[in-house]
C-alpha cells in the first residue's frame, strides 16, 4: 500500500448491509478493508461525487459510477476536504 495520509474506522453501507472496517486515504485511492475480508479500493480521479448527509449523525456518500458507497466515519466535513483537495 501507498504513503497513508489519513487512516480510521468506518462502518461502510452497501447493498443495505453494513461492514465495520479499516478506512484508509492515499494520495491515488480510498481503501476499506472490512473485518469481513470485504476489500473496496476507490480511485480518486474516478469519483463522480462527493457528499455528506445526516444532521446529527453525518454519513460520508461517495458515488462512482453506478456504485453508492455510504461511510459512517468520525470528521467526514475534513475528510471530505482531503478527498476534494486530492481530486484535483
Same mark, same amino acid.
Request: hydrophobic residues 35%.
Given at each position: 500500500?501507498?504513503?497513508i495520509l489519513?487512516?480510521?474506522k468506518a462502518i461502510m453501507?452497501? !447493498?443495505g448491509r453494513k461492514y465495520l472496517g !479499516?478506512?484508509?486515504i492515499t494520495r491515488e485511492k480510498i481503501h476499506f478493508e472490512g473485518k469481513n475480508g470485504l476489500k473496496r479500493e476507490i480511485k480518486l480521479d474516478s469519483i463522480d461525487k462527493i457528499e455528506i448527509t445526516g444532521r446529527v449523525f453525518k454519513k460520508l456518500n461517495v458515488?462512482?459510477?453506478e456504485?453508492?458507497?455510504i461511510f459512517?466515519?468520525?470528521n467526514t466535513a475534513n475528510i471530505r476536504h482531503l478527498i476534494e483537495s486530492l481530486m484535483k
Open positions: 500500500m501507498k504513503f489519513w487512516k480510521g453501507n452497501m !447493498d !479499516d478506512f484508509y458515488i462512482y459510477g456504485e453508492k458507497y459512517n466515519i468520525k
